[in-house]
């Protein structure tokens, strides 16, 4: 019970800095990526803080043996670079160009009970369990899913 | 048109950061929305499940707290057709299972640790979104 309470935390400071920097904006997001419209150049800042901040943040934590109330680390250990990774990012860019949220920026304004985020969040949910189906249909295993989150 | 905001997006940036630190620190674990909400919709395990449930509640809490801050709520414009969102948020959906990773996952977490899987991801989906986002607006003219 005692990791509730800071996760809880954890995810109210990660949603209010999406809420804070704008990624929770589909108008905003899609201008950032308008580059030859009316572009929006503030999701750098977003993504330059964040990056800035965990760079540094993780090889400080990473250097400890571990974690404060878990008995190790879960950090991704795959190294593969393969058409699965390549293939899978390019959709998820055609899906983000098209809707103007992305799992991170949806999530934390399921709280605001807006119609067009709710769609979002189902229609993301069926996704993934479409593509879970799809995995264990093409390698014949069920757990096959659980080894690839990141 | 919206309005450039470089204070706010580094300070939301810099929350996001924090957030991905700390979630290393205390649970060990990626702050990754992707891996978040699909060990939530199909747990594992109830103890693999409770921590990400925790998070989710903090996260779709933000809103409220931001509310009783501000007075206002977070501007969500949404210039995107209702069927052109459930589309994407499928497509988003099979993306990031295929690909193991979103923005927060690859984007923050991943790139902080100089994971070439999550630098190659990022640059995909990048250059993915500016190419689907220039097609829908100045090719079919959405």
Redesign the interface.
């Known amino acids: 019970m005692k990791h509730l309470i800071p996760a809880f935390l954890i995810g109210l400071l990660f949603g209010l800095g999406i809420v804070i920097s704008g990624m929770a904006n589909p108008a905003k997001v899609l201008n950032f990526f308008d580059f030859a419209g009316t572009w929006d150049p503030s999701l750098i800042f977003v993504m330059g803080g964040a990056l800035a901040v965990t760079f540094i943040g993780y090889r400080v934590v990473l250097a400890r043996s571990r974690p404060l109330v878990e008995g190790q680390f879960h950090v991704p250990t795959n190294r593969t670079i393969d058409a699965r990774l390549i293939g899978g990012a390019a959709l998820f860019g055609v899906g983000w160009g098209m809707a103007g949220f992305c799992p991170g920026g949806a999530l934390p304004v399921i709280g605001t009970a807006r119609t067009e985020v709710l769609l979002f969040v189902a229609a993301l949910i069926a996704g993934i369990f479409t593509a879970q189906a799809l995995m264990r249909l093409a390698q014949g295993k069920p757990s096959v899913s659980q080894t690839l989150r990141q | 048109?919206?309005?450039?905001?470089?204070?706010?997006?580094?300070?939301?940036?810099?929350?996001?950061?924090?957030?991905?630190?700390?979630?290393?620190?205390?649970?060990?674990?990626?702050?990754?929305?992707?891996?978040i909400?699909?060990?939530f919709?199909?747990p594992?395990s109830g103890t693999d499940w409770?921590?990400?449930a925790?998070?989710?509640?903090?996260?779709?809490?933000?809103?409220?707290?931001?509310f009783a801050v501000t007075g206002g709520?977070?501007?969500?414009?949404?210039?995107?057709s209702?069927p052109?969102?459930?589309?994407?948020?499928?497509?988003?959906?099979?993306?990031?299972?295929?690909?193991?990773?979103?923005?927060?996952?690859?984007?923050?977490?991943?790139?902080?640790?100089l994971?070439?899987?999550?630098i190659?991801?990022?640059l995909?989906?990048?250059?993915?979104?500016?190419?689907?986002?220039?097609v829908?607006?100045?090719v079919l003219g959405g």
């Open positions: 048109m919206t309005e450039f905001t470089p204070f706010a997006s580094l300070f939301g940036g810099v929350m996001i950061g924090l957030s991905a630190v700390l979630l290393m620190l205390v649970l060990g674990r990626v702050m990754g929305a992707t891996g909400l699909t060990g919709v199909n594992t409770s921590w990400r925790a998070v989710l509640a903090g996260m779709v809490s933000a809103p409220l707290v931001y709520m977070p501007t969500i414009e949404v210039p995107v209702t052109l969102m459930l589309l994407g948020g499928f497509i988003v959906g099979i993306g990031v299972t295929f690909g193991s990773g979103c923005t927060s996952g690859h984007g923050v977490c991943g790139m902080a640790r994971s070439g899987r999550s190659t991801a990022t995909t989906f990048m250059v993915a979104t500016a190419a689907t986002v220039f829908i607006r100045h």
